[in-house]
């Protein structure tokens, strides 16, 4: 099994910035998909972001110009870099891992507070 644990949320101001990091450990073997997603008190968890092993990646809507997800294949260790935040970024972010057969794997969660 693998474990992931988010690092870099917090608490700033509208137009400010922040990144994200996700490491792994455990059993991190053909990681292939990682990603992020979040979630609001109330609604259903949302696509933030995700990066193949090849370096595809792929953006919820909301975020598309001003968040950029990287990955370092070596240690399999996910970033999420947030730029020009909104209050209505506001959310709990999740990574994840995606492996043949086992499915996704999430971390515990960040809080990102956005103020106005």
């Known amino acids: 099994q693998v474990q992931l644990v988010e690092s870099g949320g917090g608490l700033v101001q509208a137009g400010g910035s922040l990144r994200l990091s996700c490491a792994t450990s455990g059993s991190i073997f053909s990681i292939n998909t990682m990603g992020w997603y979040r979630q609001v008190p109330g609604k259903e968890r949302e696509l933030v972001a995700t990066i193949t092993t090849g370096g595809i990646t792929m953006y919820g809507d909301s975020v598309k110009g001003r968040f950029t997800i990287s990955r370092l294949n070596s240690n399999n260790t996910v970033y999420l870099q947030m730029n020009s935040l909104k209050p209505e970024d506001t959310a709990v972010y999740y990574c994840?891992?995606?492996?043949?057969?086992?499915?996704?794997?999430w971390g515990q969660g960040t809080q990102v507070t956005v103020s106005s």
């Open positions: 994840y891992v995606a492996q043949p057969l086992a499915g996704r794997s």
